[in-house]
T-cell receptor
Framework: KQEVTQIPAALSVPEGENLVLNCSFT??????LQWFRQDPGKGLTSLLLIQSSQREQTSGRLNASLDKSSGRSTLYIAASQPGDSATYLC???????????FGSGTQLTVLP | KAGVTQTPRYLIKTRGQQVTLSCSPI?????VSWYQQTPGQGLQFLFEYFSETQRNKGNFPGRFSGRQFSNSRSEMNVSTLELGDSALYLC????????????FGPGTRLLVL
């Protein structure tokens, strides 16, 4: 059974800092990995999707990497801003399960 | 293009009642998945529908059911509500479901008293 872990559970940084969020998964037989953002009481916004054959994806100040063999992904946020404050979730799509399995998220606070 | 919409946004029910939630996917999307989000369990997969057929189901009791219509809109039903069913219910749509970006709606927050 696929399990996804995110560390740290919460992170508080001053504005302008570069930061890294971590995600690990137990079963490397994945089709893809997605990073989402969730604002309080809201739905999920997709940030980046990395296919299993890819090593990284970039969108603006965000860069996500994937090391499938070691079961790890990182989300790098450059020059953080208060508007980046949210919970960041990673999820893996496993072909055998045909569903997204989510981590418990990292709650990020960027202080002005 | 309009995003995924869910109705109602908020709902209060009492134990033993039943509830129906609705999800309208992005136009052209044929796959709709449902998730339950609670503080204790996080996001858990309920089921996925594709072209009116349930293609996959998570580990939830039979009180949770769903269906999809020919226009890809989906409904989720929970019968005999329990206090533990209080949660944010999210639906997500994609064109075919596999290996694609999932687009989530704003969710329906259900409170069971």
């Amino acid at each position: 059974k696929q399990e996804v872990t995110q560390i740290p559970a919460a992170l508080s940084v001053p504005e302008g800092e570069n930061l890294v969020l971590n995600c690990s998964f137990t079963d490397s037989a994945i089709y893809n990995l997605q990073w989402f953002r969730q604002d309080p009481g809201k739905g999920l916004t997709s940030l980046l999707l990395i296919q299993s054959s890819q090593r990284e994806q970039t969108s603006g100040r965000l860069n996500a990497s994937l090391d499938k063999s070691s079961g790890r992904s990182t989300l790098y946020i450059a020059a953080s801003q208060p508007g980046d404050s949210a919970t960041y979730l990673c999820a893996v799509y496993s072909g055998s399960a045909r569903q997204l399995t989510f981590g418990s998220g990292t709650q990020l606070t960027v202080l002005p | 293009k309009a995003g995924v919409t869910q109705t109602p946004r908020y709902l209060i029910k009492t134990r033993g009642q039943q509830v129906t939630l609705s999800c309208s996917p992005i136009s052209g999307h044929r796959s709709v998945s449902w998730y339950q989000q609670t503080p204790g369990q996080g996001l858990q997969f309920l089921f996925e529908y594709f072209s009116e057929t349930q293609r996959n189901k998570g580990n939830f009791p039979g009180r949770f059911s769903g269906r999809q219509f020919s226009n890809s809109r989906s409904e989720m039903n929970v019968s005999t509500l329990e206090l533990g069913d209080s949660a944010l219910y999210l639906c997500a749509s994609s064109f075919q479901g596999d290996q694609e970006t999932q687009y989530f709606g704003p969710g329906t927050r259900l409170l069971v008293l």
